[in-house]
């Protein structure tokens, strides 16, 4: 950091705020001593969020406006290795290629809370076996790799629940990667976030089935972070939204003790369907649907109209996940011959 930068105090306060998030994170970390030549490396998996995490009470903490749910995709995600590096700065792999110096920056800004001092650098790999920035939980799973490889490198040894808050100081749906099933994250009330962490829920259910449809893989026009931002500054609905998220939260709960898929599947969709339809108030609109997304939204009411229980949710991109059950697959196949399908509580199929 140099004079001229210092005597700005929009970039001041950003650093000073920094700098306070690193000692409160410093707090949290074991100060054990631990072989250098350690090398961590972990998977963590996708999660797909049945109800939508969108809008953050403070953007430093990473700390949500409301709760959410999801479901883990089970060997979709993340396995990243990282160890310590000799270079003059971090390096950054994504898929065995150099990462851009956007997702480099958000790594090393990341990082930058578990360095032990400034001259100590990281090289980062991370593997992908999801498409990237399409709205399909990427960064979700690759912050959750991340630190699960950190707590390998430097032998924390955490709990899982002190894990799932660090990675949500990378991505907030990260706090949802560090386990298998239904994951909910509750908003929390401490201003440090020391309550806002992913909890699994008890469910095991064999037949439900997530089918990611892949309508473009191109990475998306505006982050979620950036739209949530502008969504929950500009949009005369963000209240509604607010208030609409502790309901569906208690139904898609009682779904799930009931195993009880409809009410599921529906709850997700219209929580989806708000949340796009909140996007399009906010100002400047944001949209992420393509015209094949929405001619897909027609086809899957259409075959429901006909019978066919399939559900959708969207995210932060143009792919759709359905939502179905085993006994349907053989139909939806036929529907979506290029669906990838994953079984969240069994063997995945098609990958
Ligand atoms: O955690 P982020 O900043 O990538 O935001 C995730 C936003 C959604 O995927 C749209 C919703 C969610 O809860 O995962």
Known sequence: MNKVELQDPKLQSVTLQAAALRSAVQKWLPKKDFPKENVGTAFAPANIALCKYWGKRDPLW????????????????????????????????LNGHPASVQFSKRISEFLNLFRRDPAQHFHVETQSNIPIS????????????????LDQLYAWQLEPRRLSQLARLGSGSACRSFWPGFVEWQKGVHPEGEDSHGIPLDCHWPELRVGLLILEDAAKSISSREAMGITRKTSPFYGAWQAQVPKDMATLKVAIANQNFVQLA???????????????????????????????????????????????????GPNLKLLFLEKDLSDITAEFPNLRIVAPFGKSLGI
Not at 64 to 78: Q, V, W
Request: glycine fraction near 4%; include cysteine.
């Open 134 to 149: 399409a709205g399909l939980a990427s960064s979700a799973a690759g912050f959750a790799a991340l630190v699960l490889a």
């Open 266 to 316: 529906e709850t997700a969709e219209a929580n989806a369907k708000a949340l796009h339809a909140l996007m399009l108030s906010a100002a400047p609109s944001i949209v992420y649907a393509k015209p094949q997304t929405l001619d897909t939204w027609q086809r899957i009411w259409q075959l429901r109209d006909e019978g066919l229980p399939v559900y959708f949710t969207q995210d932060a």
């Open 62 to 93: 990473n700390l949500p406006e409301t709760d959410s749910l999801s479901i883990s995709l089970p060997h979709l995600g993340a396995t990243t290795t990282v160890c310590f590096s000799d270079h003059s700065e971090d390096e950054t792999f």
